[in-house]
């Protein structure tokens, strides 16, 4: 590690830097005191051979039209810990124009915050301009009057830039210059302590931005990091700030909370820290009550089995997981509605109806895929019919699969018969002869649909 008055290139703006901590006011609580580590290519395991060509490509194109580039967040974790990221975020001093015009396949993205994407086929490699530390009541930079952050679109140095990063392991900057990684937080200690550590005052960071609590619990799942006792401490507290975000946003978080490949881990952190009640009060209350253990076990078995299809690289779907979450406030809702002498079809709509109106105005769920829910809920109580037409009319509908693979999870809990679970695993792999003898209608269910009939029929007549 080479200390700052050995590191030529960045000695100008480290004294910039220190410049302007001593000149820093009382409002200015935000600009930083730190010491800056860099650690040299030889002192860390960042290669680059396990970045992507895409952003490299990016990073010497910048560096050599003049500006200085970074890899910077969840890249440089992930490479630390020998995993392969989800994407690469890079960092430069360039404005997002002129990282435009060094780019023939970029687009200027973002509202709050101008973002260059750089397109490569599929990948996207995302370019910002280091953010800026201004006072907090600048013209730049609106915060809420309970804290939030508004609007935050000041450009500015890499020494300001890391102050605005939420954990400590995810301030850290790969430089393409020397191939060195620069440290503004301890950041580089934390992540060989597996300390997950928000940079400044906890309190603060939340209210600035309360998804940051998600982020937190998502990370100490996702990379089996402690929470550092001031950065865990503040969460059950302010948990409910998360109903002032955006529902889309929140949407958004919820995804990449379950869809890590840790989703039963983190869905038992939501609930330590009371995120959960804030993100799905409706099943959480129903969790609370605790009259009897199927939904929980069935919750915890739908999530296990989420991470278990990821960790053997097969598709997730979010439908499915969100349809698993509402199950039993669909089922509190439908009892209700049998007990007041609906008809079952009626009872199912209205109940999905109203627990969706409830939940999309906290998650804006799309369109697509509360349509999706839906369609596997209301195949369950008709997975109940067996004979006649009826059981090949369900094999033939779209989300069969995903319908069925929600029975048998209902089964494997509790809230199914097994029975009945396996008799449509022998029925969909069934040959032609075998399925005609497993619908056949029994004498019974002929006698009733005869008598029905009759019953209709006389109907007609009257
Ligand atoms: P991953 O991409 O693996 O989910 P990440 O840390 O890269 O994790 P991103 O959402 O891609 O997460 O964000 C990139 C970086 O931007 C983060 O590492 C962090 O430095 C910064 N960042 C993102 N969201 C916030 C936030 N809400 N507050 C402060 N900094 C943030
Ligand atoms: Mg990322």
Known sequence: MLNFTSYNKG??????????????????????????????????????????????????????????????????????????????????DASPEQVKSTFRNCRLIGRRFRLAHVYFGREIIEVATFRGSENLQSEHQKVHEDGRLLR????????????????????LYYNIEDFSIVDYTGGMQDHADSLLKLIGDPQTRYREDPVRMMRAIRFAAKLGFKMDPETEQPIAELANLLGGIPAA?????????????QAQQT????????????????????????EHEFPRLFLAKALENSDKRIADGKTVTSYFLMAA????????????????????????????????????KI????????????????????FLRRKGVRPYRLLTHPRFRAAYDFLLLRAETGGAEAELAEWWTRFHQADEAEQKRMTRPTRNNKKKRNSRRTGKQKQRQN
Not at 371 to 381: G, H, N, Y
Request: charged share 25%.
């Open 325 to 360: 979450f509402l199950w039993e406030p669909l089922q509190m809702r439908i009892k209700e509605k049998l007990a007041a002498d609906e008809n079952e079809t009626a009872a199912y709509q209205d109940a999905a109806n109203e627990v969706l109106a409830q939940q999309v």
């Open 249 to 261: 946003r929140l949407f958004d978080e919820i995804l990449k909370l379950f869809l890590n490949g």
């Open 267 to 290: 869905f038992e952190l939501l609930r330590h820290y009371d995120v959960f009640a804030v993100l799905f009060p409706a099943t959480d209350q129903c969790l609370a009550t605790q």
């Open 152 to 171: 935050d679109n000041v450009f500015g140095t890499l020494e300001e830039d890391v102050w605005r990063r939420d954990f400590t392991v995810n301030a």
């Open 11 to 92: 000695t100008k703006t480290i004294l910039n830097f220190f410049k302007k901590i001593f000149q820093a006011t009382d409002e200015q609580a935000l600009v930083p005191q730190g010491e800056v580590k860099i650690y040299t290519r030889d002192e860390h395991n960042v290669s680059r051979s396990q970045i992507s060509e895409n952003a490299l490509k990016v990073l010497y194109r910048l560096k050599k039209s003049g500006f200085q580039a970074y890899l910077v967040g969840g890249c440089v974790r992930d490479l630390l810990l020998g995993q392969e990221p989800k994407d690469f975020d890079v960092v430069t």
């Open 363 to 382: 998650t804006a769920i799309p369109k697509r895929i509360t349509q999706s829910m839906r369609e596997v809920w209301f195949m369950q109580p008709r």
